[in-house]
């Protein structure tokens, strides 16, 4: 059992007694999985005598286990050592279903784009001349490589090949980039 999932499970304690368990844990559920509104849990919380901390600790305790991809028998014995073991087996029950699904959601708003982190380039000869713009020995190629880490850590180059005059107008492009993230940095 991680860290993170374990520091909530002294939070997850009120579960044990409280009223309407089945419909609270659903509802948290729900919210871990985006399809509920926090407050719904503060509310059903309230009603089956649980705070607002217990219902953000289950909600925290499900994200937690989807993002870890805690298996089941895991979250069950951790559970147990906070709850009844028909109840434990309950909550680690529906996050083990949950899992894929908030894995999924998590990913996508967590993951962001990926980040360059490094740029190379060759010059790999001359393409020939075009009608449109004759040139002797043609016009010079480049292979520009972007390397960017994913969110996962993996790493994933992306190659492209330019014209001089292309090269030239993705500097510019950089250089404008930089010069207004340079006049934003104040208001930041």
Not at 46 to 74: H, I, K, N, Q, Y
Not at 84 to 94: D, L, Q, T
Not at 111 to 128: H, I
């Amino acid at each position: 059992m991680t860290d993170a999932v374990s520091h909530l499970l002294p939070g997850l304690k009120p579960l044990g007694a409280c009223e309407n368990f089945d419909a609270l844990v659903g509802l948290c559920a729900g919210v871990a999985a985006g399809k509920k509104a926090p407050a719904d849990a503060h509310r059903t919380g309230a009603a089956a005598g649980v705070d607002a901390g217990c219902t953000d600790s289950l909600v925290a305790f499900f994200l937690e286990a989807a993002r870890r991809a805690v298996p089941t028998e895991a979250l069950t014995a951790a559970l147990n050592s906070v709850l009844p073991g028909e109840r434990a087996r309950n909550i680690a029950s529906i996050a083990a279903e949950g899992q894929p699904f908030i894995a999924s959601a998590l990913s996508a708003v967590a993951s962001g784009p990926d980040e360059l982190v490094d740029v190379s380039w060759t010059r790999v000869g001359t393409a020939a001349a075009g009608s449109e713009r004759p040139r002797a020995g043609g016009d010079p190629r480049y292979t520009v490589t972007l390397t960017t880490r994913r969110a996962d850590g993996s790493a994933a180059p992306v190659q492209f090949i330019a014209s001089l005059e292309q090269l030239n107008d993705l500097v510019a492009s950089l250089k404008a980039a930089v010069h207004q993230v340079e006049l934003d940095a104040p208001a930041l």
